[in-house]
Every structure is written in structure tokens, then in C-alpha cells.
């Protein structure tokens, strides 16, 4: 049992050191026995790489995931370029992002009054090189000490970045988003012609995502465009008049239309003022299951306002062209939308997905992104589900296997042919 005031999370320690201190290396781990058999601490460095492992890789694992990083300060140690630009650069990132602690252990005398990390506190007690002191086991003595101090510091202070995979709607946050360059360069393209286009795909494959993507960054594409994103799952979007309202407020109109025949004079007024009108209908099909709301008139006077001048993106799991009966009057909607077909990222959108460094949680390691991208098949749900329940395992000191079956529970809560 631990005793009172000791963190119950055991902290990860990299040290950055030169290969000609490994004496001064082996007797300070031997100070730190305890606090490691104590399990308030885990040590690693570079001589426990496994024969066959590429060494760089395995250090950028661990030096992007220890929460302490002591710096093990000699003249070999400045001298080093990897460890001095390399090394010691990567850990005062994570040391100014919060991320990780980073402690100077000041091992032989050595003018380092100029030195980047010359401003944080470091042990032993007034930066007194441990070679120079009486006993050098009084020296290992106060870092250890030390090191102990900041582990309940941290323990005290429990990291507070939340996990950065979710799932629960399409991809809000302009930051999260990622990928889909192909498509969201047809749809610029589409945009700055003003023309209409579906967007196809099956169900969770992120055509929401893409549709919130085009929200915000239509600006960005024609300084004059205005999106209204209108999800017809939407309960105010199951009638005309709240459809007409959730429009109004997307486009800043004073007030909602109240006809359809003033909702087209409002759009007039929109381009004879020199702004572009997006029209943005996420899940199409509910639309047409509400035909006593939503008749043929309705599509009808969309395409005569796409005629002039507006832009309609639409995102449905089945063609246009397959939601209504060929000889429907409104069949001429469909007829201007150009298909754009979502699916899967490709195997090295994919990978960088897995690979891209997230402020605050430590990088997948090989392993983690071999199991993550066989699992995940590209799939863009599958993958922020699997990332995340191995971001959690991590955290609770689980086995990838456990976070890899949640991941399976939930795709298959969610897809049924998953």
C-alpha cells in the first residue's frame, strides 16, 4: 500500500545523457531503485532498446511520451549534438507545452551559464556537480530526493488534457479535421463556378464532417459566400417553416420567409448584394421521406434558385437519382448534381493520421499503430474510435488487445455490418 503522499501513478523518467557518463548513469538508477520498486517511477534510456529495434524511433517514443526528462548536464553532454539538438531540444517543446518536466542533473563541473535549459531548476541541491562533492552518494542522495518531490508534484497536479479522438457527430472543430484534400478540392471547384454536387457515401464515413468542413472554410474559397448547414435529422427541419427559419438565421435574414416564392426574393437580394448563397442539406433522404412537407414544388424552386446563382451540396448514403421515382416531376433536381463518392482513407492518409503528433498525449508506438491501422481498415469512425480507446488503455494501464475489442464493440454497435 502506498504510504500517505505518494502519486499512485507511476511517472515514466527519460534520460538524456552521454554514452562516456554511464557510470555516473548506473549509480544514479541505483539511487532511484526504490522509488522504481515503489512503482512511483519507471526508467528508460537508450541501452534498453532490444536488439533489431531502429534506436532513433524508439527514442522518439519514449523521449514524446516520459512525463520527467532529466537532462544528465557534462561536458560530453554539450558536446553531444543529438543530445544537445536533438535530444534536449524535443524535451524543452514538451517542457514549455506542459507536457513533461524537465530537470538538469548537473553531474561534473562544466560552464553551461548559457545553455537553453539554464533557466530551470535543477538538482543536486544549488546545481553543485555531483563529481565535485565530498560524497557522491550524499549527491545522488538529494536527487533522488528531488525526483521524488516532483513525482507527487505531478501526482498532485494530474494532467488535465482530455483525450483528442471523438466520435459522437461529424468533426466540429476546424483543428480536428483532417484529410479529404481530394474532395474538398472538387468542391472548391464546384463552388467557384457555382454549381451544385452530391456527396455519397455509407453510413459514418464523414460526410457530416466534410459538409461542417465546407462551413467553414466557403470564405476562404469565395470571399463572397455565405453556407447555411441545415441537418434534415434536425427536428426544426422536419416542416417547411422551420426548415425556412433554420435557413434565415444560417444567412442572417432579418426574419424567415414565409413562402417559398420569398424565400427565392430573399436569395435574389443575397446575389444582387454580391454575396455567394451555399446551400448545405445533410441527410438528404429524411427530405424526401417528409414529401407532404417537402413536396416536388419545393425541389422544384430549389433548382430554379441554384439557376440563379446559389450553390446546393447535399450529403446522402445513396445517389440522387436512386431517392425518387424517374417519372416524379421534381426528377430535374437531380440532374445538376455531379457525384462525388466518399469512402475510406487511403493506406498513407491512414498512417499519418495514426502518426500525427496530438499536444498532450504521447505518440502511438509501432506497435499500437500496427494494431490500430489493421483494425481501423482506413475507416475514418474506426479509427478516432480506436485511437481513442488506446489513448484510455494507455492511461489505465491496459493491454492493447482490451482497447482493440472496446474499439470492436463499439463499430459494431455502431455499423452493423462491421
Excluded at 75 to 82: E, I, R, T, V
Excluded at 201 to 208: A, E
Aim: aromatic share 10%; charged share 25%; glycine share 6%.
Amino acid at each position: 500500500m502506498s504510504g500517505a503522499g505518494e502519486p499512485s501513478e507511476s511517472f515514466e523518467i527519460f534520460l538524456c545523457y552521454s554514452h562516456k557518463d554511464e557510470r555516473l548513469l548506473d549509480r544514479l538508477k541505483t539511487h532511484l531503485s526504490l522509488l522504481q520498486r515503489d512503482k512511483i517511477i519507471s526508467i528508460w534510456h537508450d541501452r534498453r532498446i532490444g536488439a533489431g529495434t531502429e534506436w532513433a524511433g524508439a527514442i522518439d517514443v519514449h523521449l514524446n511520451s516520459a512525463r520527467i526528462i532529466l537532462l544528465l548536464v557534462s561536458a560530453y553532454f554539450l558536446a553531444s549534438d543529438y543530445c544537445y539538438d536533438v535530444e534536449m531540444e524535443r524535451a524543452l517543446e514538451r517542457h514549455e507545452a506542459g507536457e513533461a518536466r524537465v530537470i538538469p542533473i548537473i553531474l561534473r563541473p562544466v560552464d553551461w551559464t548559457g545553455a537553453k535549459f539554464g533557466k530551470l531548476q535543477g538538482f543536486p541541491k544549488d546545481a553543485k556537480p555531483v563529481t565535485t562533492w565530498k560524497s557522491m552518494d550524499d549527491a545522488f542522495l538529494d536527487i533522488a530526493k528531488g525526483i521524488r518531490r516532483v513525482a507527487e508534484e505531478l501526482a498532485a497536479c494530474p494532467r488535465t488534457t482530455s483525450n483528442p479522438f471523438a466520435w459522437r457527430g461529424g468533426i466540429t472543430n476546424g483543428k480536428d479535421f483532417f484529410n479529404r484534400d481530394k474532395e474538398q478540392g472538387m468542391l472548391r471547384s464546384y463552388l467557384r463556378t457555382h454549381q451544385n454536387c452530391q456527396v455519397v457515401g455509407p453510413r459514418r464515413i464523414g460526410k457530416t464532417s466534410l459538409l461542417r468542413q465546407v462551413e467553414r472554410v466557403a470564405r476562404q474559397w469565395d470571399k463572397n459566400a455565405v453556407v447555411a448547414y441545415l441537418d434534415m435529422q434536425d427536428a426544426r427541419c422536419q416542416t417547411l417553416a422551420g426548415w425556412l427559419r433554420l435557413a434565415a438565421r444560417s444567412w442572417d435574414w432579418a426574419d424567415s420567409p414565409a413562402t417559398l416564392p420569398e424565400f427565392a426574393d430573399r436569395l435574389d437580394a443575397m446575389h444582387s448584394g454580391g454575396r455567394f448563397a451555399v446551400l448545405c442539406l445533410d441527410e438528404f433522404e429524411r427530405l424526401m421521406e417528409l414529401r407532404d412537407e417537402f413536396t416536388p414544388g419545393f425541389l422544384l424552386n430549389l433548382r430554379s434558385c441554384a439557376q440563379q446563382g446559389m450553390s446546393i451540396i447535399t450529403a446522402s448514403q445513396t445517389a440522387l437519382s436512386k431517392l425518387t421515382d424517374p417519372n416524379d416531376q421534381s426528377s430535374p433536381f437531380y440532374n445538376t448534381f455531379p457525384l462525388l463518392l466518399l469512402g475510406p482513407f487511403d493506406p498513407s492518409d491512414a498512417a499519418d493520421f495514426v502518426t500525427l503528433h496530438r499536444p498532450g498525449i504521447p505518440p502511438f508506438s509501432p506497435e499500437e499503430k500496427t494494431a490500430i491501422l489493421t483494425f481501423a481498415k482506413g475507416h475514418p469512425l474506426a479509427l478516432q474510435i480506436a485511437c481513442f480507446h488506446v489513448v484510455e488503455a494507455k492511461q489505465n494501464s491496459e493491454e492493447l488487445a482490451v482497447a482493440i475489442q472496446k474499439a470492436t464493440d463499439d463499430m459494431k454497435a455502431l455499423l452493423r455490418n462491421w
